[in-house]
């Protein structure tokens, strides 16, 4: 057993850590630093990195640098790390967590004269962020992984590698839980852009990459391959406001893009695209195959609006270094634009989507494109999962077709899609025999049921 550690108080400008971890047995090792800076002309810079991994048991194989710099170009964090864990006979796990955060604000000084009474030294904050990214792991049996973080100047580059496309015995990935989330915003005089993601994996997972690039842009991409449960969400955010002085508009206006998938099991490949700052754009590619009464649930959404406010009318001789007066002669002041798409309960599907939403900076239209191909088993009818009722409350679906009844059209519903309701997780829903799975004798028992309701 071998135990060390160090707390430093440094006052200069560079310092780097490494760390190098090869041990068979229970391990513990934990880092957390800091930095911050004002460079005295309006420039506020600041971050946090920390990680932590501990076993009790197995093969471990570590290694982490750590450095802060200080340089012309504004201070920053850099971080490295690989990491490598097999449970082997000992029975024991490996539990981890990492998390790095930057954040900024940068001031300037307007002159707006004294005349009609303004400030003549109004302060507005120019530009400002804040950046985070993070994981957790638990129960982890088996582990490769290798992340990555750069901060400068509140721009973050962050990323995160877990097993590979072509994993094997001896590239496990990963056996386990893992936890990711991501969150960025940033914020101009003419806007706001903000994203959110977050994962959560419990299972056999193979692959799982993220790379996330935050800032005045927001871009994130993403790979996941997995069996086991998945549930995923990403919301990408843009506020705008525009005050063009030469053409005398005024518009603002908000775009949003959000998308979740969530499943109880099965197979589950992902690769996902995202950026956003003046236009929003994504592609997505889902594709999930499920083991028994597995399902996966998926949606996205897209929403665009626009707001003109009229346009500035200058001609007032009241105060002409004051600003102008909105004349308020907009026709058609608001305009929206949205798609969306979503499944739910299939055991099998296919879903590719792209988004684009255009610059409103560069365009006075509100321009949405949105395509999206879904495949998914033969037979699968949408609406009749939101007919179905449970007439008795015996948890099984008798009315299929949702007239408030048992009748001979809920029987041939039950025949013509039995093979996809089977394959779901509705399977357990029109197990009419009571025999723990649904099969063509439930069809049977329906049926007697039905002959025997118009008997009496």
């Not at 391959?225 to 919301?235: A, L, N």
């Not at 995202?274 to 949606?299: C, F, M, N, P, W």
């Not at 509705?426 to 004798?441: M, V």
Request: aromatic share 6%; with cysteine.
């Amino acid at each position: 057993m071998v135990a060390s550690g160090m707390i430093c108080l440094i006052t200069a400008a560079d310092y780097s850590i490494g760390t190098i971890i090869e041990a068979t047995g229970p391990v513990r090792n934990s880092f957390t630093g800091t930095f911050s800076q004002a460079d005295g002309n309006g420039t506020n810079v600041s971050g946090v990195y920390s990680d932590s991994v501990m076993t009790n048991g197995g093969s471990l194989s570590l290694t982490k640098q750590v450095g802060m710099s200080e340089k012309s170009s504004g201070q920053g964090f850099e971080t490295q790390k690989v990491v490598g864990y097999s449970s082997g006979t000992s029975g024991g796990h490996l539990i981890a967590d990492e998390y790095v955060l930057t954040s900024s604000d940068m001031y300037s000084n307007k002159t707006q004269g004294a005349i009609c009474f303004g400030d003549p030294y109004l302060v507005s904050s120019c530009i400002s962020g804040e950046q985070s990214a993070s994981f957790s792991i638990a129960n982890a049996k088996t582990l490769t992984l290798a992340s990555a973080g750069r901060s400068s100047n509140g721009t973050l580059d962050y990323s995160l590698s877990i097993g590979t496309p072509q994993s094997n015995a001896s590239n496990p990935g990963l056996e386990g839980t893992v936890i990711s989330a991501i969150h960025g915003k940033t914020k101009t005089q003419s806007g706001e852009v903000s994203l959110y993601d977050r994962t959560l994996i419990s299972g056999l997972i193979t692959t799982f990459t993220r790379l996330y690039h935050g800032g005045e842009q927001q871009e994130l991409s993403e790979m996941t391959s997995t069996t086991g449960s998945v549930h995923d969400k990403t919301i990408l955010e843009q506020k705008y406001s525009q005050n063009d002085t030469t053409s005398g508009k005024i518009s603002s206006g908000t775009a949003v893009y959000a998308q979740d998938v969530m499943t109880n099991g099965g197979k589950t490949h992902e690769t996902r695209q995202i950026s956003g700052s003046g236009s929003i754009s994504s592609e997505r590619l889902v594709e999930y195959t499920s083991d028994g009464d597995r399902s996966i649930q998926a949606s996205e959404h897209v929403v665009a609006t626009r707001m003109s406010e009229g346009e500035e009318d200058s001609g007032t001789l009241a105060c002409p270094f004051g600003g102008t007066i909105s004349s308020g002669d907009e026709k058609s002041p608001y305009k929206q634009a949205s798609a969306q798409t979503g499944i739910a309960g299939v055991s099998s599907a296919r879903i590719s989507t792209t988004t684009r939403i255009s610059d409103p900076e560069r365009s006075e239209e509100l321009n949405l494109e949105y395509n999206a191909n879904i495949m998914i088993p033969i037979g699968f009818n949408a609406s009749m999962v939101q007919e179905m009722k449970d007439t008795d409350n015996d948890g099984r679906f008798e009315d299929l077709n949702g007239n408030g009844r048992l009748d001979m059209h809920d029987l041939v519903l039950l025949f013509q899609n039995f093979r996809w309701i089977g394959e779901s997780n509705l399977s357990l829903r029109i197990d009419f025999n009571k025999n723990g799975r649904a099969d063509y004798a439930d069809i049977v028992t329906i049926f007697n049921s039905m002959n025997q309701t118009s008997s009496k």
